[in-house]
């Protein structure tokens, strides 16, 4: 998708293949600050509106790349300096023609068409029941706000994510369960990822691929309930200083 804002956009001032910079904390530009590379910060940008389009953002924050109203002080100065940049690099006035070129993607275009149609479905029923059981009814209030289509959205697309992960939860508390001296535990939860700890380094790979494994029937438990293709994901794992698995 780095690839394809490229193409989309001949004359802006980016450079994919660039060496990340050392970062220089006098610097002005934030990229520069941060020892960033061109396509860091462009990945920083797709990754917002997939999340968006992902998490039922409605389209009028897809185009600013996000809702400032929602983002905390330092998640606004990110998104700031993150859509300056952008259009400092592409010679825009703002980003939206960024979000609107990323919307003319096939991939994605088919994808919020898609999640469009399933609002309209959701707002003629008036509810959604999510893959746990757990039913959201328009109208009805919900941590003090009013159910709407989007959060019917944005509940089921978190219901999803936590369902796949519970098939890897299943199997470490299973283990954990049975055996008297554990060999593994799952010592941070962060929803779309976990830092896992295993008693023994020679046994971590073991681990990892049993947990790839629960994690692949996890997603074609879900496919089969929503009633969708295979679903093609996988479980990225980083050894350095640790086992994170996210």
Request: hydrophobic fraction near 45%.
């Amino acid at each position: 998708l780095t690839a394809y804002l490229g193409e989309c956009f001949p004359g802006a001032d980016i450079d994919l293949e660039a060496v990340a910079p050392e970062p220089d904390p006098e610097a002005h530009d934030f990229a520069a600050r941060e020892g960033l590379g061109d396509f860091a910060v462009l990945k920083r940008a797709v990754k917002a509106f997939v999340m968006g389009l992902l998490f039922a953002q409605a389209r009028s924050n897809l185009l600013r790349l996000g809702n400032p109203d929602r983002m905390t002080a330092r998640e606004r100065m990110d998104w700031t300096n993150l859509c300056d940049w952008l259009c400092n690099r592409f010679g825009l006035e703002d980003v939206a023609p960024i979000a609107e070129a990323l919307l003319r993607h096939p991939a994605l275009g088919a994808m919020y068409r898609r999640r469009e149609e399933v609002a309209r479905e959701i707002e003629a029923r008036g509810y959604l029941t999510d893959v746990f059981g757990r039913t959201y009814t328009i109208g009805e209030q919900l941590d003090g706000k009013p159910v709407t289509v989007r959060t019917c959205l944005a509940a089921d697309a978190q219901a999803c994510e936590h369902f796949v992960m519970c098939a890897i939860a299943v199997v470490v508390m299973d283990h954990e369960e049975k055996s008297k001296r554990s060999e593994v535990a799952i010592r941070l939860w962060q929803y779309d990822g976990f830092s896992l700890w295993v008693r023994k380094k020679d046994r971590a790979q073991m681990w990892v691929n049993r947990l790839r494994d629960a994690f692949a029937v996890g997603l074609d438990d879900l496919a089969r309930l929503k009633g969708c293709p295979p679903i093609q994901c996988s479980l990225k794992v980083d050894f350095d200083g640790g086992l994170d698995v996210v």
